[in-house]
């Protein structure tokens, strides 16, 4: 442990914000959370966030570089390495069979089920962690064979082709090599790995960001899709403000550590309540331009 952080007031909202929220289930809680990089001086990246998902959202999380947004997303799925230490709160995941999971009291072979399993994560490099001298096939099995130790392998080569159809790569790249595969295509095939035990939760931070957009496009067509099919809910972290604003259902802006707004995304583009956030929109000059272009408009054809 170390030393706590100062408590804020906690993130603006208008009362619409309070109206999305009727009716929608949480998948995950995170209540208070501080996590610091125990360097010298220590650096308090997350202070005190309070946090709901819930099922089948997209959040998105805006900030700029530094805000501590990657430090959070890690520390909900228990990813966090030393020198970060989550200081003090509680993660809880609510599970669909209806149990809660104290996400911050798992280990060893609780918490490995847990990951991938209930939350998995995407993030900027995942390409770079294939195997470069593993087929993809055998990626892919490897995933049930740890997970899904009775499935029978038949039916792990049909759940592998499968999946790669989902996210847009002919299955015949099943005995393909990483090095044998464009960027986008190993995105793709890490996104499928992420899918594969159809989590409740998808943590994607920055997920296609060293894409180029035509390729960063398609792949964003297919998670929004994939969303409306299997109903998970999805942390979006991007700097691309805009894109955010296209596909999330509600934006949490963060600053120094903080979440200081938290509102609907048409909400956050419309009527963005702090200082911050307006800062934040005034960046991208993109945004100034014909209003409510960006909006989603609930039909995942928004995604362009
Ligand atoms: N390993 C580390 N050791 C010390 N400080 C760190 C470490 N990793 C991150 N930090 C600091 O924690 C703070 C939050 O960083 P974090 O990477 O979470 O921000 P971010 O909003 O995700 O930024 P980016 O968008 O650039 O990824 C920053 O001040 C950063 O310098």
Redesign the pocket.
């Known amino acids: 442990m170390s030393a706590t952080a100062t408590r804020s007031a906690g993130p603006v909202s208008l009362p619409s914000h309070e109206t999305y929220l009727k009716g929608l289930t949480p998948v995950l809680t995170a209540t208070d959370v501080s996590i610091d ?1 125990l ?1 010298d001086p220590p ?1 308090h ?1 997350v202070k005190n966030v309070s946090l709901t998902l819930h099922r089948g959202e997209i959040l998105g999380l805006a ?10 997303a890690y520390g909900l799925n228990r990813l966090l390495k030393p ?2 230490d989550l200081a003090s709160g509680a993660v809880t995941f609510h599970d669909e069979s209806g149990t809660d999971i104290d996400v911050l009291g798992l280990s060893g072979e609780s918490l490995r089920v847990f990951r991938w399993d209930k939350i998995s994560m995407v993030f900027q490099g995942a390409m770079n962690s294939l195997n470069p001298v593993i087929s993809v096939k055998r990626q892919l099995l490897d995933v049930f064979t740890t997970h899904r130790p009775g499935m029978p392998r038949k039916q792990m080569l049909a759940e592998a082709r499968e999946l790669l159809r989902m996210v847009g790569v002919d299955p015949n790249r099943l005995d393909s090599f990483a090095h044998e595969l464009s960027g986008g295509m190993r995105q793709r095939v890490m996104i499928a790995m992420a899918l594969a035990l159809r989590p409740q939760v998808m943590i994607m ?2 997920p296609t960001t060293a894409l180029d957009v035509v390729v960063q496009r398609g792949i964003l067509r297919e998670i929004m899709r994939l969303r409306e099919q299997f109903g998970f809910a999805v942390v979006f ?1 991007t ?1 691309d403000l805009p894109l955010l604003l296209e596909i999330s259902d509600r934006i949490a802006v ?1 600053l120094q ?1 903080e979440i200081v707004e938290l509102n609907t995304a048409a909400d956050l583009y419309e009527r963005p309540q702090h200082e911050y956030t307006r800062r934040l929109l005034a960046s991208f000059p993109s945004l100034t331009g014909d209003r409510g272009a960006f909006i989603r408009t609930g039909e995942t054809e928004g995604v362009a």
């Open positions: 990089y360097v650096v990246a900030g700029e570089s530094g805000c501590g947004k990657s430090t959070l020198p970060a931070d920055e972290i700097h963060m550590g």
